[in-house]
């Protein structure tokens, strides 16, 4: 499985900035999606997932602001991320799980000026 993730900028406080996430090759049974991202001196840490159903979980710090939605068809996983604050910034990477096999894009950078 191949993820391509797109979308990233700079943009300033207060802006929205949508990422998307590609995935190819054995797709079919991707169970998961999500996004990650990764502060500088900082863990990788949930954004958002959703399941194959749709069913959706998101860290506290983005409920309200962020909202992820996944187009099964086109295998693809969006953030739309409004209201972005400085403390958003970070490399934002895609993940896609199937059984026990998880699966990284090459990460996106946002950048949230204040």
């Known amino acids: 499985v191949q993820l391509q993730a797109s979308g990233g900028g700079l943009v300033q406080a207060g802006g929205s900035l949508r990422l998307s996430c590609a995935a190819s090759?054995?797709?079919?049974?991707?169970?998961?999606m999500g996004w990650y991202c990764q502060a500088p001196g900082k863990q990788r840490e949930l954004v958002a997932r959703?399941?194959?159903?749709?069913?959706?979980n998101y860290a506290d710090s983005v409920k309200g602001r962020f909202t992820i939605s996944r187009d099964n068809a086109k295998n693809m996983v969006h953030l739309q991320m409004n209201s972005l604050k400085s403390e958003d910034t970070a490399v934002y990477y895609c993940?896609?799980?199937?059984?026990?096999?998880?699966?990284w894009g090459q990460g996106t950078q946002v950048t949230v000026s204040s």
């Open positions: 993940k896609a799980t199937i059984g026990t096999m998880v699966y």
């Open positions: 090759g054995s797709i079919f049974s991707i169970a998961v």
């Open positions: 959703v399941t194959r159903g749709g069913n959706t």
